[in-house]
């Protein structure tokens, strides 16, 4: 049974940063690449990161680059969204997903809140 858990969200300040974490079990973690979502209030889901099984060829969302860095650690099943310089519009609930056997899998979400 495929199980994402993620951690580390909060309330940051404007130019603050976090680090998000997404435990996976139930798969072959190595083999599959995993992806960073967010959802804001009143907004559709959106593709924030995603990095392949090795760890190559991280993407970001345009909003992001240069801001935020997607990691993983398949030795501990996990994977990690570094954010910096955060902005009130990085706001929202960010889930951990990945696809097996052909199937949709997301965490539950943690909330990130950027306010002074």
């Known amino acids: 049974q495929v199980h994402l858990v993620e951690s580390g969200g909060g309330l940051v300040q404007p130019g603050g940063s976090l680090r998000l974490s997404c435990a996976a079990s139930?798969?072959?973690?190595?083999?599959?690449?995993m992806s960073w979502y967010r959802q804001a209030p009143g907004k559709e889901r959106e593709l924030v990161a995603a990095?392949?099984?090795?760890?190559?060829?991280?993407n970001y969302a345009d909003s992001v680059k240069g801001r935020f860095t997607v990691s993983r650690d398949n030795a501990k099943k996990s994977v990690f969204l570094q954010m910096s310089s955060l902005k009130p519009e990085d706001t929202a609930v960010y889930y951990c997903?990945?696809?097996?056997?052909?199937?949709?899998?997301w965490g539950q979400g943690t909330q990130v809140t950027v306010s002074s």
């Open positions: 997903y990945t696809k097996w056997r052909g199937l949709d899998y």
């Open positions: 139930g798969f072959t973690f190595s083999s599959k690449t």
């Open positions: 990095i392949g099984s090795a760890g190559t060829n991280p």
